[in-house]
């Protein structure tokens, strides 16, 4: 596609249950991030991948925060046994190793909501 | 070293006004400085960005002033119209890392008919 597309686009669960949102980066792009916004709030960093380098996943809040990016290509965060302050909107963010003006491109995120 | 400092949080601006947006940051490795517009229920979208090697840029009626010595730089919206209303955040990042960029935490604008 053109833009970086997320899915699910919005997603109500259960505290306790396990949620995975996926991240289909612009073609080619092969810097991919994952920022989180909570309501009214700012861009909270949780993961950054770079090519075929280790992830950076200093951002991650709890070990309960997983991502993976396959073929260099796909992301998906994983959040497993949800609690309500995890509800937020998640946003996917990727840009291209060629882009010198250094510019991210984001999808429209995916709103969780946590009961 | 890392954080990237935002004002005002919230701004109420005239149609016709002009909107100005501060940014501060600490880490001087920093080399690019976008800003970023978001519309709610949309993911943020550049807006304009700077090189620390000129003072200003200007793109329509959005300008960034660039203090390097003074770590600061700003957003100007002229004539700002009620279209412009969104949350704006400035960013910071090293140009040659492509390493995570850090926000500001983002000011919410609004412009009043």
């Known amino acids: 596609g053109a833009g970086v597309s997320q899915s699910p686009s919005n997603k109500v669960t259960e505290k306790g249950k396990d949620v995975e949102l996926r991240c289909d980066p612009i073609?080619?792009?092969?810097?991919l991030y994952w920022y989180r916004q909570s309501l009214g709030q700012g861009l909270e960093f949780l993961i950054y991948?770079?090519?075929?380098?280790?992830?950076?996943k200093s951002g991650l809040p709890s070990d309960r925060f997983s991502a993976e990016r396959t073929g260099g290509s796909v992301s998906t965060l994983t959040i497993q046994r949800t609690q309500q302050e995890d509800s937020a909107v998640y946003l996917c963010?990727?840009?291209?190793?060629?882009?010198?003006?250094?510019?991210?491109?984001f999808g429209e995120g995916s709103w969780l909501t946590v009961v | 070293q890392q954080q990237v400092k935002q004002s005002p949080q919230s701004l109420i601006v005239q149609k016709g006004g002009i909107s100005i947006i501060n940014c501060a940051y600490e880490?001087?490795?920093?080399?690019?400085f976008p800003w970023y517009q978001q519309f709610p229920g949309k993911g943020p979208a550049l807006l304009i960005a700077i090189r620390p090697d000129v003072s200003e840029k200007k793109e329509g009626r959005f300008t960034i002033s660039f203090n390097k010595s003074a770590k600061q730089f700003s957003l100007h919206i002229m004539d700002s119209q009620p279209g412009d209303s969104a949350t704006y955040f400035c960013a910071a990042s090293i140009i040659t890392s492509y390493d995570k960029v850090i926000f500001g935490p983002g000011t919410s604008l609004s412009v009043i008919p």
């Open positions: 880490n001087t490795a920093f080399d690019y």
């Open positions: 963010a990727s840009r291209s190793n060629r882009d010198s003006g250094n510019t991210i491109y």
């Open positions: 073609s080619g792009h092969t810097a």
């Open positions: 991948f770079q090519g075929n380098s280790a992830p950076d």
